[in-house]
């Protein structure tokens, strides 16, 4: 039996669009979102069905689970079990924003939901479409990146598009997303136990600020390496390679000058440069640029697009600027990492990775 194909309709953010994209949600219905991170693919997260649409129409590995995205915190208390005083008082500080919390989920949320674990991931975005559309679909929204799986994250509705069309039944378009990264992980299930917090992925709410809240942060392994051979992943989306364009992307630690100089002395071999605004001056390769080199939130904001960029001009290899790791620069070092496939030549030394 042949399916018949969806038409994909692009909705705006009038009452009246929010209106249609509410009703096909509470319909089971599909539909793309803007949230102030990434754009997300959204469905009731209370109609297993409905969720296991998400997995099919992104190619999602089964074992990887989703985020609940509600609108107000009273909303988590039919999703999860016992709730944390240091889950209060981030959601207090944090939220509504970039900042997701793992806490011991209730028999409410569908198996497909948390893919098998005993835990649910609970957000309360802070963009106004997003807390809109879960206001009048009256569902909680499960919803991972709007990516088709493995690929950059979308920032814009033309991206949603671009992965989704005919396959979902509707984007909203609520213009470019502020933050441009993925939400903050933070794994709270052992603070009952008296254990510490844990980062899973860094994302726009950074480890300082947590720590400013609920004061020693453990920062999972995974969030700057690779898993080691047979290690169980906390957060599964973690083991994926992520993040990645069909080029080849490499990252290059150095000094500015290091950096062209490595760049420069690969001209003409098909190269580009995967830089900051600054660096452009110096380079003698094509260069997509992602941010400014001190500004690790000008950095997030372009990253995704810079990926996918690439691909569009065909690049087959690109060189990528390293970026600091600090504050929030840790959130672009950690999915510049995955999308580089952890490849990364020190100009001074050693190299790592495949
Ligand atoms: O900013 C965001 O978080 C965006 C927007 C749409 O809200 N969503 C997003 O979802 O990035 P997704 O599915 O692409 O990433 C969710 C991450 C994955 O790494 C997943 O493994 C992890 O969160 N995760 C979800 N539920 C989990 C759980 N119960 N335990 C551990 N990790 C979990
Ligand atoms: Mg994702």
């Not at 509504?96 to 409410?108: E, N, Y």
């Not at 213009?175 to 992980?185: A, I, K, M």
Request: net charge neutral.
């Amino acid at each position: 039996m042949s399916e018949a194909k969806i038409i994909t309709r692009l909705l705006s953010d009038t009452p009246d669009d929010l209106r249609q994209a509410a009703d096909l949600l509470r319909a089971g219905e599909l539909v793309g979102i803007p949230t102030e991170t990434v754009y997300g693919l959204a469905a009731d997260a209370l109609n297993g069905q409905a969720v296991a649409r998400i997995f099919a129409a992104k190619g999602r590995p089964q074992d990887n689970p989703l985020i609940v995205h509600i609108a107000a915190v009273e909303d988590w208390a039919p999703l999860v079990q016992a709730v944390p005083d240091e889950a209060r008082r981030l959601a207090a500080a944090y939220w509504p924003g970039p900042l997701t919390m793992i806490l011991r989920r209730s028999g409410r949320v569908p198996a497909a939901v948390s893919a098998g674990l005993d835990t649910v991931a609970v957000r309360m975005p802070s963009h106004p479409v997003a807390h809109a559309l879960i206001r009048a679909s009256g569902c909680p929204l499960a919803a991972p990146s709007a990516n088709r799986s493995g690929s950059p994250s979308p920032t814009d509705a033309a991206r949603v598009m671009e992965d989704m069309d005919g396959r979902i039944a509707a984007v909203v378009d609520g213009g470019p997303c502020r933050v441009g990264v993925e939400s903050t992980v933070v794994d709270l299930t052992g603070c009952a136990a008296g254990g510490r917090p844990r980062l899973l992925r860094p994302g726009g709410v950074t480890a300082t600020q947590l720590e400013a809240v609920v004061g020693p942060v453990e920062i999972d392994p995974a969030v700057t390496g690779r898993l080691a051979e047979g290690v169980a992943a906390a957060s599964p989306g973690m083991k994926y390679k992520h993040y990645a364009p069909a080029a080849r992307v490499v990252i290059v630690r150095g000094t500015p000058e290091d950096y062209a100089a490595f760049v420069n002395g690969r001209a003409g071999q098909g190269v580009a440069a995967l830089c900051f605004e600054e660096d452009r001056g110096a380079l003698r390769v094509p260069c997509v640029s992602y941010g400014r080199r001190d500004d690790p939130a000008s950095q997030a904001h372009s990253l995704f697009e810079a990926l996918r960029r690439l691909d569009e001009q065909g690049i087959r290899t690109a060189y990528a600027a390293c970026p600091s790791a600090e504050g929030m620069g840790l959130a672009v070092y950690n999915r510049l990492l995955r999308a580089a496939g952890f490849e990364v030549i020190d100009v001074n030394g050693q190299t790592t990775g495949s």
